[in-house]
């Protein structure tokens, strides 16, 4: 699987927009990109996830370099209960992979009232 | 989507002894996947287990110490053998329906504490 990179940690005032990035330059044609969230003492939950274009759901939106190597996570009002973990994950189909996902360290998200 | 139950939730357990960890799904999925987090680090895939089939297990991970079952489309377990408190961790279960980029969901996790 192809690796990802994220700034260890960041942080953010409650109710400002905040942007966590993720470089993934070895990304491949059949990579999507994945993002969960693991919150204190609970299991990573999904986030979003895309393959070329902008994505949005609504928990957040996702925005895709034109090269695809690196994308954006964009919370557009963080709360208390955004602080968490971060995973940025690029989940791959191909060469008999059966689309597990594998978690780099992530980034440790703080708001802060 | 999938909702998880993963027992028990936690337990303590002496050194040498074995855990089996229940994963149950209340839907019917291909896919599943166990993960070890260790304290204070992000998650490690153990194996992947597909019904009817063998579990398939990473670089560093044994079926002889965590042996895995999958007797159906919404259940599988996790034995965690002969322990050692460098066994501590939490463990999860997560699923996914196999299409390409749909999302996995997760269980609550079952914190284990080896003495």
């Known amino acids: 699987d192809a690796k990802t990179t994220q700034p260890n940690s960041m942080e953010s005032n409650e109710e400002e927009p905040v942007h966590l990035p993720c470089n993934h330059s070895t990304i491949s044609g059949t990579d999507y990109i994945h993002w969960y969230r693991q919150l204190p003492s609970q299991g990573p939950e999904y986030v979003i996830h895309g393959l070329t274009s902008n994505v949005n759901n609504r928990m957040a939106s996702l925005a895709i370099a034109e090269d695809r190597k690196s994308s954006t996570l964009i919370l557009h009002r963080a709360t208390l209960r955004d602080a968490a973990v971060y995973y940025c994950i690029l989940r791959d189909y191909g060469g008999g992979s059966q689309g597990n996902l594998i978690f780099g360290k992530g980034t440790k998200l703080s708001v802060k009232p | 989507s999938a909702v998880i139950s993963q027992k028990p939730s936690r337990d303590i357990c002496q050194r040498g002894t074995s855990l089996t960890i229940q994963c149950q799904v209340d839907?019917?999925?291909?896919?599943m996947f166990w993960y070890r987090q260790q304290p204070g680090q992000s998650l490690t895939l153990i194996a992947t287990a597909n019904q009817g089939s063998e579990a398939t297990y990473e670089s560093g991970f044994v079926i002889d110490k965590f042996p895995i079952s999958r007797p159906n489309l919404t259940f599988s377990t996790l034995t965690v053998s002969n322990m050692s408190p460098e066994d501590s961790s939490i463990y999860l279960c997560?699923?996914?329906?196999?299409?390409?980029?749909?999302?996995?969901?997760f269980g609550q996790g079952t914190r284990l504490t080896v003495v």
């Open positions: 997560s699923v996914n329906q196999g299409a390409r980029g749909a999302e996995a969901f």
């Open positions: 839907s019917q999925v291909t896919m």
